[in-house]
């Protein structure tokens, strides 16, 4: 019995296939469905794969002829004319049969055809389970396929830009092997975004002098308020010595807001109009701690203004401990939050403070914001209440936000 696979698109392919190699008189014994490998295997048709048997067929030997006929057939056309027939030479009517094969070769041979019987069962016992045993597998690759479909969804719903989408998506891909769990591809998500977020970068003192730190953005985003935030909890809570300058000339309300939070706090105040004025007002500051500034925010598309920011945050270069924070507002489109971050990176570095919070429910550019500029988050501001609503950025809660979490 010869017993073969064949393989083709279809179960009609993988017959023909073996038909014209075996002959018409196959039997097909079982039939598998084999699926690409991989995570997304199941997208693809696959083949199918067919065992099929033949019986061997016995080749008769042709008995050799009696020795008798050999000399009749040889010496008759001799002596055909010359002798008359001789009748005493008998032609057998039949060929004899061949001798009977002993008893044991036939047992043996029938336990033979036995044990290849019971082979022949326990194959395809197996190849039955590890059909089912693919099939789970492919139950299981559609079930992880979902999954990663559902995050990739949530996280394009939360406006994370579907190039960091697809980034991560790829790298996750990458660490998943046969066998890995939803759960555990949630943690390397989770993780793998909590690692690009980082450690929030906060405010810290000068080793020596007070610390100079500006407050740079676009009108509207609650620079002032911010400032006033900060200020407030490093007066009140950390008992440190600060004072608030306004270099925003522009809006009379800004400066006098500002004034009023530092009466309420009883701080020292003051208004700067030029770059110089900076360096003034941190020598007569030397005994405090901190000494906040607020800028006003400029046009990208306007050089002058431009040039004139970069006059003031320069202005201590080298004299001073400084820190600057670009105030952004959450709600912002991502397209606009490109360009001024880019406006704002083309006149110095900066740390982010993503403003606005409880006014949206994604959170996706402060993920896109951080990986595009590649710049530290530190506070985010999620209301109007002073000193309270404020916070240092919290990567882990953001994360949970991005993947659909509360």
């Known amino acids: 019995m010869i017993i073969k696979k064949f393989e083709g698109k279809t179960e009609g392919d993988a017959l023909e296939k073996a038909k014209k190699e075996l002959g018409n008189n196959v039997v097909i014994m079982n039939v598998k469905k084999n699926k690409k490998k991989g995570f997304l295997g199941f997208f ?3 083949t199918v794969e067919i065992t099929v048997a033949l019986e061997e067929e016995e080749v008769l030997l042709t008995p050799k002829p009696l020795p008798a006929l050999e000399k009749v057939e040889r010496e008759a056309p001799a002596k055909a004319q010359s002798l008359p027939l001789d009748t005493s030479i008998i032609i057998p009517e039949t060929i004899p049969e061949p001798p009977k094969r002993p008893i044991r070769e036939e047992v043996n041979i029938e336990k033979k055809l036995e044990n290849l019987q019971n082979l022949i069962e326990k194959q395809l016992v197996k190849e039955e389970a590890e059909d089912i045993d693919e099939e789970m597998t492919d139950e299981k690759s559609k079930q992880m396929a979902s999954y990663m479909k559902l995050i990739y969804k949530t996280l394009l719903e939360n406006e994370v830009n579907e190039k960091y989408a697809n980034q991560f998506m790829d790298e996750i891909e990458k660490m998943n092997t046969p066998g890995t769990n939803i759960d555990t591809v949630l943690v390397n998500i989770y993780q793998k975004m909590i690692l690009k977020f980082g450690t929030p970068s906060l405010l810290t003192p000068a080793k020596s002098g007070p610390k100079l730190v500006f407050f740079i953005g676009p009108t509207g985003v609650g620079k002032t308020t911010t400032i006033a935030k900060i200020a407030s909890k490093f007066s009140t ?14 809006r009379i309300a800004a400066a006098e807001q500002l004034r009023t939070y530092a009466n309420i706090l009883n701080v020292p105040f003051r208004i700067i109009y030029s770059a110089e004025e900076i360096e003034s007002a941190w020598r007569d500051f030397q005994k405090l701690d901190y000494i906040f ?8 598309h306007s050089e002058e203004q431009k040039k004139h920011m970069e006059n003031f945050v320069h202005a201590m270069d080298g004299k001073a401990e400084q820190e600057i ?10 397209k606009d939050l490109l360009f001024t971050s880019e406006a704002y990176f083309s006149i110095c570095k900066y740390k982010l403070i993503f403003t606005k919070l409880d006014e949206t429910s994604t959170y996706g550019n402060l993920l896109n914001l951080k990986l595009h500029t590649g710049a530290d988050l530190s506070y985010v501001t999620y209301g109007q209440s002073v000193p309270d609503d404020i916070r240092p950025f919290n990567p882990q809660s953001t994360v949970k936000n991005l993947l659909g979490g509360k």
């Open 44 to 46: 693809s048709s696959g």
């Open 237 to 250: 809570e950390e008992k440190k010595e600060i004072a608030l300058i306004t270099a925003d000339t522009y």
């Open 293 to 300: 500034v607020d800028t006003a925010g400029f046009s990208p």
């Open 325 to 334: 924070y670009l105030v952004l507002s959450a709600t912002t489109k991502y």
